[in-house]
């Protein structure tokens, strides 16, 4: 279990046949220094917002999910989709 913890795998056996895998469990950390963040953050391109929303505009078709459509149709709202 020492050399678990340590981050040794190990390979589990019945009668020489593999049968399964022994591994450390990853531990995530909660939170990324603001230091950290911004250090990885340097080398990435500044987004233009403008330029993103006309992307979606271009390649995102809303007409394919209506989320009200089914509400009104069941009678939810008293007024019809706009």
Known sequence: MDALERGERFAVTRNGDHIGDLVPIRR??????????????????????????ADLDRHVNDDLYRPYDRAYGRGEFTEGPR
């Open 28 to 53: 995530r950390r909660r939170a990324v220094s603001r230091a950290e963040f911004a250090a990885m953050s340097r080398g990435m391109p500044r987004l233009d917002d403008r330029e993103y929303r």
